[in-house]
T-cell receptor, first 113, second 115 residues
Framework: DVKVTQSSRYLVKRTGEKVFLECVQD?????MFWYRQDPGLGLRLIYF???????EKGDIPEGYSVSREKKERFSLILESASTNQTSMYLC????????????FGPGTRLTVT | AQSVSQHNHHVILSEAASLELGCNYS??????LFWYVQYPGQHLQLLLK??????LVKGIKGFEAEFIKSKFSFNLRKPSVQWSDTAEYFC?????????????FGTGTRLKVLA
């Protein structure tokens, strides 16, 4: 079974803090993604990466950055957390040979106070 | 702009009732279509997918979906729901010629099945 793990299920941070969300997949997938999930808005893509050190902006990249130094790990960084970044963050990965199927992690519920 | 619409935001059904959740997309080219499900407290998982061929696809747990190209629709169906089907359901689309791996998700439908 493909496993996508995220470093925390719940996280509480203060406004202005730098926040790191980590995602690790164990199936040697080339592609990795970060989404945020908000009620009534579905899933919105923040960033994705199709290779180590490669990244592309998604639909809502403002206020976020990413890092992919190793194939299995994709980090989402909130440089200066704000209350409007309170959300559920989902990481996903997919293999390039089945390029359109994604596997999701359990999510990190981030609260910024 | 490409978009996916799920018109039913909340659906409440009794056990054994039939289910149909609507999904419409806007994109003029060829697409791949997906339904994902998120059970309470669990991660998103793939329910079924359509890439090509028979437009009626069957997924896990008795779900099926029909791709109607002329209507830009990919509705999810189940003849008889169970309490355990209570979950949030997401339709997703990705253009085959986009050159990227982007999914476009609908806003989701929350299904509650009453025992």
């Amino acid at each position: 079974d493909v496993k996508v793990t995220q470093s925390s299920r719940y996280l509480v941070k203060r406004t202005g803090e730098k926040v790191f969300l980590e995602c690790v997949q164990d199936m040697d997938h080339e592609n990795m993604f970060w989404y945020r999930q908000d009620p009534g808005l579905g899933l919105r893509l923040i960033y994705f990466s199709y290779d180590v050190k490669m990244k592309e902006k998604g639909d809502i990249p403002e206020g976020y950055s990413v890092s992919r130094e190793k194939k299995e790990r994709f980090s989402l960084i909130l440089e200066s957390a704000s209350t409007n970044q309170t959300s559920m963050y989902l990481c996903a990965s997919s293999p390039v040979w089945s390029r359109y199927e994604q596997y999701f992690g359990p999510g990190t519920r981030l609260t910024v106070t | 702009a490409q978009s996916v619409s799920q018109h039913n935001h909340h659906v409440i059904l009794s056990e054994a009732a039939s289910l149909e959740l609507g999904c419409n997309y806007s994109y003029g080219g060829t697409v791949n279509l997906f339904w994902y499900v998120q059970y309470p407290g669990q991660h998103l998982q793939l329910l079924l997918k359509y890439f090509s061929g028979d437009p009626l696809v069957k997924g896990i747990k008795g779900f099926e979906a029909e791709f109607i190209k002329s209507k830009f629709s990919f509705n999810l169906r189940k003849p008889s729901v169970q309490w355990s089907d209570t979950a949030e359901y997401f339709c997703a689309v990705t253009p085959t010629t986009s050159g990227t791996y982007k999914y476009i998700f609908g806003t989701g439908t929350r299904l509650k099945v009453l025992a």
